[in-house]
């Protein structure tokens, strides 16, 4: 498999096949809905088995931020973070830029576009994060509707005359 972005191949991370098929054998466990609030910023949260997501988008900054919580354990240090999406357009995406919390629970990745993630989740049936030796997987069964009311929330657009 080639790194699509072959100016920072350091970013690509790839999901073996081995890690998909042991990730999608245990998938089938509960998990609760995605769910959207506007209040006080965008937001988009779902709770995994394994860890609680949210995704925010701040118009005074602009900027988006992905934190996912691990519920017990550390993420591993890493050099890189990435999604893969598996479904009718599956696909991967990839970062050197996500941070560690003090306690190293919580994973950050935050950018000014999250069009691919947002895809990902809208269109797919499951995201695989996973950083370093670390791989969490989450249902998008239930995940369209909330990523389409997460895209409408307000921005900071100016008013149309």
């Known amino acids: 498999m080639r790194c699509p972005c072959p100016t920072h191949p350091a970013r ?3 999901i073996t096949p081995m890690r998909l098929a042991l990730i999608l054998a245990v998938l089938p466990l509960p998990a609760i809905a995605w769910e959207f609030s506007p209040d006080p910023i965008c937001t988009l949260t779902h709770q995994a088995q394994d860890a609680e997501i949210a995704i925010t988008y701040d118009v005074r900054l602009p900027e988006y931020a992905l934190f996912i919580t691990l519920r017990t354990g ?3 240090a890493s050099d890189t973070f990435g999604m893969a999406f598996v479904g009718p357009r599956a696909g991967q ?3 050197s830029q996500q941070t560690l919390s003090a306690d190293g629970a919580t994973l950050t990745v935050r950018d000014r576009g999250f069009g691919n993630v947002l895809d990902g989740l809208e269109f ?3 995201a695989i994060a996973a950083s370093g030796d670390l791989a969490i997987a989450m249902s998008l069964a239930d995940a369209p509707e909330a990523v389409r009311a997460f895209r409408d929330c307000p921005r900071n657009d100016p008013p149309l005359s």
């Open 12 to 14: 690509c991370v790839y």
């Open 74 to 76: 550390r993420w591993p």
């Open 93 to 95: 995406i990839g970062t």
């Open 124 to 126: 797919n049936d499951t």
